[in-house]
Each structure stands twice: as structure tokens, then as C-alpha cells.
């Protein structure tokens, strides 16, 4: 992986070969499987240590996939990577420990948003239900992923709350995660990204926006959610991103009050061709 993995999903790492660059090991490996990716630049640091001549099987659900593998498993209508490679699994007739149960219950419970997004079909719930009988740990995973916050993450909560503000309307909400806030409450950016979902939860708000100061000096990373048909892929992927048509996101660079008015007058485009 080339980030840290996020506090709340700890629980379910193996204990044995995950690796985080750059402590990935300098193997040459003749297949390589890339998961939840809709581009290589995706993979970032890891995509250089990748051979010329490797074999990439590419497996993903994002509708800004560009099939850029010499095998594409990505199915647009797939709920979670988790649930294609669950497919998978059952056709090619590999067994589903409570370990691999409990991995792919997390890609299916966080990526539907605990069964509340569009995505939640019939299927979804059967694909629950079943790894559920093999023994994913689904009231663990409820407990880790969404009910144990550390306090400087409550603090930090606190912070971005003060920074929401609305647009068009009441239409469009904001919310701001500075560097500065990072350092104040030693919080990881990786442990940021439910942030993501606050504004879209307003009543009355159609597109939700997380500003993330990066890192890297003037990147910004944008995390948008939507609903009422309004389509934020289209606006992450003018800016080399992508994601779902209700969930995308994008880095762009550029001063953060700067990058802010830039997608702002994107989405309210969006808005207005809604109209």
C-alpha cells in the first residue's frame, strides 16, 4: 500500500504480508493485482517499483476506471471491490475464512455507508448476510470502524465543525481540515476521511465538500458527496480524480481558499444544469 492504513481498520490487518512502501520488498514480481484503483497514479509510490513487463490484473468498481490493466475485472455496479472479489472467490472456489469474511464485510458496510447509499441493492444484503454466516465479525467491525474515536479525533471533529459554511442556496456545505488543525490535535490525515461525510448529512444540502490541506506545500485533497442526481465524478475527474457519480474526490494544487472557489463554482455549474 503506498499509505498508512486508517486507526479504525486496523483490526482487520493480517498479521503477516502487508506491506507499506517503502518497506515493500524489492521483488520483481511477474503478476501484480491492483485493488480499488481507478488509474495507476492511484497506487502512487508503489506504481514505480512495478516492472515494465508485469502482469497487472486491475479490479475495481469505480465508474473512472480506465481498464488499464492487462486484465480488468471492474464492474461499475459492484457495490465494493470487496464484494467483485467475493465473486470471485466463490467462482473460483477458494474458501472464506472468518479472516477473509471479515476483510470484505468492511469494504461492503463502508462503502454503502452502512447500507444507507444508493449502491444497496438485494444483492448487497445477500453478500452480507453470507459472510456474516462465515463468520465476518460484523458487531467488531460496527464497534472499531464507527464507535471508537480517540479523543484528539473528537477534538479535531470540533475544530472542522467550525469551519462549515454554505452556498447556493443552502444547497452546497463545506467543511476545512488545515494542517495546522492536523498538528494541534496529532491527528493522521488517513484517519480524517469519514470527516468526509459530515456535510452531505445537513438536511436540505445536495453536495458536501472536504477541503484537506495535504502534505505536499499548496495540494489540496477535495472529497466531495452528493445526492438529488448531482454528479460529482464529472467535477473530481476534470481534476484527475474520480470516484462514484455520488462520492469522488480529487487532489489539486494550489492554496486551499483558492482551490475552495474553484470547486465551488464547479459544483454550482452542476447545480444549475440539475435545474
Not at 65 to 92: Q, R, Y
Not at 164 to 176: E, P, Q, S, V
Not at 179 to 187: G, I, P, Q, S
Not at 200 to 221: A, C, H, Q
Request: charged share 20%; with cysteine; glycine share 6%.
Amino acid at each position: 500500500n503506498d499509505s498508512p492504513i486508517p486507526q479504525s481498520y486496523k483490526f482487520v490487518i493480517p498479521a503477516s504480508g502487508l506491506y507499506i512502501h517503502p518497506q515493500i520488498p524489492k521483488e520483481q514480481p511477474e503478476v501484480v493485482f491492483t485493488l480499488d484503483c481507478p488509474t495507476l497514479e492511484r497506487l502512487g509510490k508503489v506504481k514505480e517499483i512495478i516492472p515494465k513487463d508485469a502482469i497487472i490484473i486491475n479490479i475495481d468498481h469505480h465508474i473512472s476506471n480506465i481498464n488499464f490493466g492487462n486484465i480488468n475485472f471492474v464492474t461499475e455496479d459492484m457495490c465494493s471491490t470487496g464484494a467483485i472479489l467475493l465473486s470471485l472467490f466463490k467462482d473460483m472456489n477458494i474458501k472464506i475464512t472468518p479472516d477473509i469474511a471479515t476483510a470484505l464485510y468492511v469494504t461492503i458496510i463502508t462503502d454503502t455507508g452502512r447500507f444507507t447509499h444508493s449502491n444497496t441493492t438485494p444483492d448487497v444484503f445477500k453478500a452480507a448476510a453470507f459472510l456474516i454466516e462465515q463468520g465476518a465479525k460484523h458487531l467488531e467491525i460496527s464497534k472499531y470502524v464507527y464507535n471508537t474515536n480517540p479523543l484528539n479525533l473528537v477534538h479535531l471533529h470540533a475544530k472542522v465543525l467550525n469551519t462549515l459554511k454554505l452556498y447556493h442556496g443552502n444547497r452546497i456545505a463545506t467543511i476545512r481540515i488545515t494542517k495546522e488543525m492536523l498538528e494541534k490535535t496529532n491527528v493522521s490525515a488517513i484517519d480524517t476521511q469519514e470527516l468526509a461525510d459530515i456535510p452531505i448529512s445537513i438536511d436540505g444540502v445536495y453536495v458536501g465538500v472536504l477541503f484537506r490541506e495535504m502534505t505536499e506545500p499548496n495540494w489540496v485533497k477535495i472529497s466531495m458527496r452528493s445526492r438529488n442526481g448531482i454528479d460529482v465524478n464529472n467535477v473530481a475527474t476534470k481534476y484527475g480524480g474520480g470516484g462514484h457519480k455520488y462520492a469522488a474526490g480529487c487532489e489539486i494544487k494550489g492554496k486551499i481558499e483558492d482551490v475552495q472557489k474553484l470547486i465551488l463554482n464547479e459544483i454550482e455549474k452542476s447545480l444549475l444544469k440539475e435545474k
